[in-house]
């Protein structure tokens, strides 16, 4: 059985992967959704032409990483694509936001995209695809959103290493780097504090940046951004990072404001 695993299926770039992937790739025979909120899943799955089985985990519970090792040693199939969505940000400053938020970006971030890396790769084949959502947050330190730029930081560093480990086997890894991205994202993001301004103007289409990440896995490309605004970013990135911090500052209104 030829499968694709999506976490974070229930919503956002998730669940617009999961459409994608059913109408673009005929090899998929079935669809693991992966998220906490099942009715949203199961109104995804009435969507698809292909068979699909919801599995409604925490991410942020390590037991799910054992029940998805277990569910992969009894059924036994081939994962086709294995797309890491499911992630979360909390605006804030380190020292006002809860130590729970700061320790649930580490796991549904970071350990768990690890965790369902290394569990799926005995069960990837030739021209399997990992899908590892970072964030253009990866490419700069962000005050204000610290924990979650570090946490992509980490799927950045750990995708492009993981994808020249594969080199020679086929199978291959990319990892997307989206600026903001019109979700429900920002909405969670928001509980604790205000995304700055300037973010609003880069506001992407979910559905055009799964597309370039699907065909740029497609292609093999260990990176996928999108947009001409990201891609400068990207470049402007290589500057010392010292000064794009001090500009950030500026723009985002904190140190010229004198706090
Ligand atoms: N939107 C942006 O601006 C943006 C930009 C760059 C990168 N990203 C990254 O892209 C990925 C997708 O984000 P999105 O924009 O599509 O946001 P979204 O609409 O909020 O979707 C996030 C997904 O993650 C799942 N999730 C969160 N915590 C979970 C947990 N504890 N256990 C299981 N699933 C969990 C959610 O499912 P449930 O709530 O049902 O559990 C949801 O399906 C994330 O990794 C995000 O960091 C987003």
């Not at 617009?16 to 995804?44: C, H, K, P, T, Y």
């Not at 700061?102 to 350990?111: D, H, K, P, Q």
């Not at 928001?190 to 995304?195: D, L, S, V």
């Not at 699907?214 to 010292?242: H, N, R, T, W």
């Amino acid at each position: 059985m030829r499968i694709a695993v999506i976490t974070g299926a229930s919503s956002g770039m998730g669940r617009e992967s999961v459409l994608q992937l059913n109408d673009e790739i005929e090899a998929i025979e079935e669809f693991w959704l992966i998220g906490r909120r099942q009715e949203r899943m199961e109104a995804i799955s009435a969507l698809l032409t292909k068979r699909s089985r919801i599995l409604s985990w925490d991410l942020g519970d390590e037991s799910s990483f054992s029940a998805y090792g277990e569910l992969l040693r009894t059924e036994r199939p081939e994962i086709v694509f294995l797309v890491n969505a499911a992630g979360f940000g909390r605006i804030g400053q380190v020292s006002e936001l809860p130590l729970e938020d700061c320790l649930g970006m580490c796991t549904v971030n970071v350990r768990a995209l690890t965790a369902f890396c290394r569990i799926s790769l005995p069960y990837m084949a030739r021209r399997s695809r990992i899908l590892n959502f970072a964030s253009a947050a990866a490419f700069l330190p962000q005050p204000r959103f610290a924990v979650y730029a570090a946490t992509k930081s980490y799927v950045l560093s750990f995708t492009r290493a993981l994808n020249q480990e594969l080199l020679g086997s086929g199978c291959t890894a990319t990892a997307v780097c989206p600026g903001p991205v019109r979700t429900e994202f920002f909405e969670r993001a928001e509980t604790t504090g205000e995304i700055p301004l300037y973010k609003h103007l880069f506001m992407a289409d979910p559905r055009k940046v799964v597309r370039k990440a699907v065909i740029d896995a497609v292609l093999q490309k260990e990176l996928s951004v999108y947009g001409l605004s990201m891609q400068l970013f990207l470049a402007l990135s290589k500057l010392p990072q010292g000064l794009l911090l001090r500009v950030l500052h500026c723009i985002t209104g904190r140190e010229c404001a004198g706090d």
